[in-house]
């Protein structure tokens, strides 16, 4: 019954994703809902894909093993939240545009625009995977199927649904999962309450260290994880893409800051979760600590459903990022890219952004088969970084000081990032790989902006 009821959900979840295809007409109905967005419809689509699988089922895998660590991925979420909506609504949509590189080729000229294009696009791809390490933990905590199984069927599902709506029924979705999770998220908090596991019990049962340490991986590392989250949502496409699809400013700010309210208090539920049953003495594979609670505490019909819940929350998030991707590529990579002279009709940058959404889920598919077993919050941390150290610099500076960063200097300015990112990465343990990335790219930019200063007081003199 539990395997009947939670298939059920999905394949409603699947056949609302190919209704919803019926209702788009054009590319611009597809990545940006035509501009007509409300509060709701902006918070929906920040939601949908930030709220995911590592708010939930990673969430809870970090809580078990490490305890309050869990709490960075939340809680960064909605520090960038409420960051986007008080000062970069406004500056975003001073023109209408669609992807994030497009506003910083209006800034910075077009190669500035396609190297950080492949950085957003690169670092959202990493997260893409972690979402599908979520999913196929629960995949396989319920069906009998192998992990390449279990992505397969999770890819699919994905599918079904980015390749359909876009962005508008994407909006409806996280409009409806977000009050799906909080249900179940509350209902699995109250199993814990009534098993006895009190916060107060398990701050005196548990050891402070790990467990009460919110820096028990160390400092470097979680902190980190926060900056990432925090730079790695701000410099999103999706989150982005999420702005413009509003009708106003207003709209727009709204959106940004209901988001920034509803999602901490998930991560805080989510370590709760991982926390008790790390103290009830159960013995299971972190990732699958969540999935396990929810099969062992609740009716087989209840627990299937509250476990579609949960996987539809993984699978919306992995909608919301593919689609993402999937603009970048479309919008600042292969249009700008493309040498034939005749430009392509409406009808043609649809079916292409389908098809490059196709081969977005299948590559993240391949990856996901090669790192099954990792942990799945440090995809999505990754992911973040990437994105960020290339263009949180060279973005800070158009939203505060615009004019002041020459093309030259902000293509090295991004260039740095990523280089120092990866060389972090590689050569320098104990510290988040986005802070070298973070600090050579910051430099770059800030030196530029002294330049540029200097030079225009001399051009004046």
Not at 171 to 187: A, D, M, P, Q, T
Not at 253 to 263: D, E, H, P, T, V
Not at 301 to 307: A, N, S, T, Y
Not at 383 to 391: C, E, S, T, V
Request: glycine content about 12%; hydrophobic content about 50%; charged content about 10%.
């Amino acid at each position: 019954m539990f395997m009947v009821s939670a298939a059920m959900v999905l394949i409603i979840f699947f056949g609302f994703g190919l209704f919803s295809s019926k209702n788009v007409s054009s590319s611009s109905d597809y990545a940006v809902a035509s501009r007509k967005a409300g509060v709701r419809g902006v918070a929906g689509v920040i939601l949908g894909a930030l709220v995911g699988g590592g708010a939930t089922v990673g969430t809870v895998q970090m809580a078990y093993q490490w305890g309050l660590s869990g709490i960075w991925f939340t809680l960064g979420s909605g520090i960038a939240c409420l960051v986007m909506g008080l000062w970069f609504v406004k500056p975003l949509r001073s023109v209408e545009l669609i992807t994030l590189p497009q506003f910083l080729g209006r800034h910075y000229g077009k190669k500035t625009a396609m190297l950080a294009a492949v950085s957003t696009a690169s670092g959202t791809f990493l997260s893409i995977v972690a979402q599908f390490l979520s999913g196929v933990a629960l995949m396989r905590s319920v069906f009998p199927f192998s992990a390449e199984i279990a992505a397969v069927l999770v890819g699919g599902l994905i599918i079904a649904f980015v390749f359909g709506g876009g962005i508008k029924s994407f909006s409806r979705l996280g409009e409806s999962k977000i009050v799906f999770l909080y249900l179940v998220l509350i209902l699995c908090s109250f199993a814990v309450f009534l098993q006895g596991e009190t916060p107060l019990k398990l701050v005196g049962a548990m050891p402070g260290h790990p467990y009460f340490n919110p820096f028990a991986r160390g400092l470097g590392k979680d902190l980190g994880s926060l900056v990432s989250l925090i730079c790695g949502v701000l410099c999103g496409q999706i989150y982005i893409q999420a702005v413009y699809t509003a009708m106003d400013n207003g709209s727009a700010k709204r959106g940004c800051l209901w988001a920034s309210f509803l999602i901490p208090p998930m991560g805080f539920l989510g370590v709760w979760i991982g926390l008790a049953m790390r103290n009830s003495g159960v013995v299971v594979e972190a990732s699958q600590a969540l999935p396990f609670f929810i099969r062992t505490n609740f009716p087989p019909i209840v627990g299937g459903v509250l476990w579609s819940g949960i996987m539809i929350t993984v699978l919306g998030t992995a909608v919301g990022l593919s689609l993402g991707v999937a603009t970048n590529i479309a919008r600042d990579i292969y249009l700008p890219m493309r040498k034939c002279s005749e430009p392509l009709n409406d009808r043609e940058i649809l079916l292409r952004s389908r098809l490059i959404v196709v081969l977005v889920v299948l590559s993240a598919l391949v990856i996901s088969c090669i790192s099954k077993g990792s942990m799945i919050l440090q995809w999505s941390y990754l992911g973040m970084g990437l994105k960020a150290a290339g263009i949180f610099a060279i973005l800070l500076a158009s939203v505060l000081k615009p004019g002041r960063l020459s093309p030259w200097w902000s293509f090295s300015s991004v260039l740095g990032g990523l280089m120092g990112t990866v060389y972090g990465a590689l050569f320098i343990q104990g510290i988040d790989p986005l802070f070298p990335g973070l600090f050579l790219a910051g430099s770059i930019a800030l030196l530029g902006m002294v330049k540029g200063k200097c030079d225009k007081k001399d051009f004046s003199s």
